[in-house]
């Protein structure tokens, strides 16, 4: 009975169990209209993702450089980020990148200020005074 019992225990312990996980920024270029996107999981967590959110997360990093839209460029990649014992992995950087469409300038859109700001000046945004 004890061996039944710790048998299934252990086929609990090892399933895992399904965590919410968010995407975030982590790198890209702007010069290649490219967002890279990541999140971390556990060696016995099983990720659920919410593919809206990577997208939306994508397309405002890409409006930031004029561009009007991204799109997945397919897969994702995996590495580890944290050993384990016997070989394993205990943590894993999962990455997926997007590319971003239409438009795209590969700069930052020029803000103006408006003139009856009280300084009597527009200038915009980001450019040096001198």
Known sequence: MNKIFAGALLALTLTGCATHKEWSATGGSRADGVVRLSFEHGAFEKPVLDESQALSL??????????????????????????GGFGG??????????????????????????????DGASVPVGKKWF
């Open 58 to 83: 994508a397309t405002k990093r890409c409006a930031t450089w004029g561009y009007t839209g991204a799109e997945a460029f397919g897969g994702t990649t995996s590495q580890c980020n944290m050993g």
């Open 89 to 118: 992995c205990d943590r894993f950087l999962v990455t997926k990148e997007y590319q971003c469409t239409g438009q795209g300038n590969g700069q930052v859109p020029s803000v103006q200020v408006p003139a009856n700001s009280g």
